[in-house]
């Protein structure tokens, strides 16, 4: 049943509930803070600045309570680019002292160096933002993205809709995926074969399964239209929300945490120039 | 065909802060020709339950065996389980997607690689016993009303000719009269094709008027599984279980509290009236 483990597989953009400080952070700073720390970690110079990074993440990861199962399963889709990073850097930057050396390839201090930076930064990178979609649900993740492109509005950017047509996409992914497995499983019970065959005449057999499921978005996409005009949804302006994005001590705990980062990579940066 | 779960348990997300044990050590036996109601609060595990019957689910542990064969031991059987067992979804008007009535219903049997003659038969046949015009045949099933798409549905089910039938709440958004259909039809496909039918309702007067026993689960366990009669006399446990009984169970409880006690096993109308009749005098013409 191939298809159905893939789906069952699919976390809703991967959020863990949690209670810690972390979570309660507002989104906006969240969001703020981790895109500073995908620019910071390219500032980083020697292994001691990424040592650092490293305590720092791992530190954050602990106040989160997240499991590290869910860290490293984030890490599997880049496992093989790593890799490959890694290979590639280590052979191909020409450099002093080589420990082997035939025709262009060459094994250099300053190749092993160069790859295992490059190696770090993109697995600290893909750390950081899982972090942030870990402990931040997706709605507050919309929401925070909409105020902070609000001020693109003033030049014709639709943060409001943009937004909305976000929250309702998520809103929505899990209904869909419940109504593919429940049609799928429908039409596997009246013998319908989803897995076996030539690729022509598989395509063929997943009509059974997307014409129904296209039915029945449209339907909800009628039915979700109507619901909104109903309660004279207009658009975004003039618009208030019930829940009030708002900044708190955790957010000022969340700061000054990060502030102590920056001011070792500094540090880091000025003693490795 | 009989069906057997043997300490069946079903853990959806396993390892996930979503993780639910929604099927709790489950051991059963359900008869062969037996018209089974399962009831239960919802989110008890009912649809979980049935949908290990066909191999749909497989046990997180435990076995499900079907006429002695385990469905899970065998890839092969797989094919041959899924030709006897027939799945009703809820909702099942959804899965329809042909352009005409014939070709949707014909879609089961043409998966079982029957002859062109035999499809064709058995289509009139699965329509004829859902009470469906021979005229619909060529028309969309997405122009049809509701209740006739349902039909078509369960026809699309029946043409398959399974051994057992599992119905997810059939009568779930059907009009009374619709509803009445629907049971009339299922009274008599059970009657006619000799079929085990587990149905799922959360409408005791739909079960206590059809099936020859009641499961109710809570929790993801079977807490009751014995006869109508003797489920709905248990008027408060199941209450508890936040679980109604039937109309007649409560006009026998309303007539308690007037001094007049019928045996709470009595189910139907009819019999009501025949037991008032012969214990309380009165005429019988009335
Ligand atoms: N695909 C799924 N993924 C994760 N959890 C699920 C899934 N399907 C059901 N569950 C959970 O398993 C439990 C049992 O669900 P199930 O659908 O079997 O209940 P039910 O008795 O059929 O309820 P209802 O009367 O509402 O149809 C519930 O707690 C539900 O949240
Ligand atoms: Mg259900």
């Known amino acids: 049943m191939g298809v159905m483990i893939v789906l069952k597989n699919i976390t809703l953009g991967q959020f863990f509930p949690g209670s810690s400080i972390v979570h309660k952070m507002d989104p906006r700073i969240k969001i703020i803070t981790v895109f500073l720390f995908i620019v910071l970690i390219f500032f980083v110079k020697s292994f001691y600045g990424y040592l650092v990074v490293a305590v720092f993440v791992a530190f954050v990861i602990m106040t989160t309570k997240v499991p590290i199962k869910y860290i490293l399963r984030g890490l599997k889709p880049i496992f093989f ?37 490059l190696s770090i930064r993109l697995v600290l990178l893909v750390i950081g933002s899982q972090i942030l979609t870990l402990t931040t649900s997706p709605l507050g993740l919309t929401d925070g993205i909409e105020q902070l492109a609000g001020p693109l509005k003033k030049v014709g950017f639709p943060a409001h809709e943009m937004a909305m047509m976000m929250t309702i996409a998520l809103r929505f992914i899990p209904t869909l995926l419940n109504e593919t497995d429940r049609i799928m499983k429908a039409q596997i019970s009246r013998g319908a074969d989803f897995e076996t065959g030539s690729l022509i005449s598989r395509a063929r057999n997943l ?49 000054l945490a990060f502030c102590v980062l920056i001011a070792l990579i500094v540090l880091d940066y000025i003693l490795a120039a | 065909m009989s069906i057997h779960f043997e300490k069946l348990s079903h853990v959806y997300m396993p390892d996930s802060p979503f993780e639910t044990k929604a099927i709790d050590d489950v051991t059963l036996t359900i008869n062969d020709y037996e018209f089974v109601g399962l009831i239960g609060h919802t989110g008890s595990g009912k649809t979980t339950l049935v949908q290990h019957i066909n191999a749909l689910l497989k046990p997180t542990t435990g076995k499900v065996i079907i006429d002695s064969l385990d ?3 065998d890839k092969h059987a797989l094919k041959e ?62 122009e049809l009303s509701g209740g006739q798409r349902r039909r078509v549905a369960l026809a699309g089910v029946i043409a398959m000719r399974p051994e057992i039938l599992i119905l997810d709440e059939p009568t779930a958004g059907l009009d009374p009269g619709g509803r009445d259909a629907m049971l009339l039809m299922l009274k008599k496909m059970h009657k006619k094709e000799k079929m085990t039918v587990i149905m799922i309702s ?40 936040g679980l109604d009984v039937p109309t007649t169970t409560k006009l026998i409880i309303a007539l308690e509290k007037k001094d007049i006690n019928i045996p709470k096993d009595i189910l139907t109308l009819k019999e009501i009236h025949s037991y008032i009749a012969e214990n309380y005098g009165g005429d019988d013409s009335a």
């Open chain 2, 71 to 73: 469905i899970n031991s």
């Open chain 1, 81 to 117: 680019i790593v890799i490959i990073t890694f290979v590639l850097n280590t052979l191909m930057t020409p450099g002093d002292d080589p420990y082997f050396s035939w025709k262009f390839i060459s094994i250099t201090p300053k190749g092993l160096k160069q790859a295992s930076f």
């Open chain 2, 202 to 241: 959360h409408y005791m007067d739909e079960i206590a008027a059809l099936c020859s026993k009641v499961l109710v689960m809570e929790k993801g366990k079977p807490v009751i599984y014995d006869e109508p009669k003797k489920v709905f006399a248990q008027g408060e446990r199941l209450a508890a279980m």
């Open chain 2, 81 to 142: 389980l899924r030709k006897k067992v027939g799945f009703v979804f809820q909702y099942p008007e959804h899965q329809l997607f042909e352009e005409t009535v014939e070709k949707d219903i014909a879609f089961g049997p043409k998966n079982l690689k029957l002859p062109k003659e035999e499809i064709a038969i058995r289509v009139e046949q699965a329509m004829e016993l859902v009470g469906l015009e021979p005229e619909v045949k060529l028309r969309s099933p997405f």
């Open chain 1, 207 to 255: 009509v059974p399964l997307l014409v129904p499921l296209f039915v029945s978005a449209f339907r909800r996409a009628d039915e979700l239209a109507l619901a909104m005009e109903a309660r004279c949804y207009q658009g975004g302006t003039g618009r208030t929300r019930m829940k009030v994005l708002k900044m708190s001590k955790y957010d000022i705990y969340g700061a």
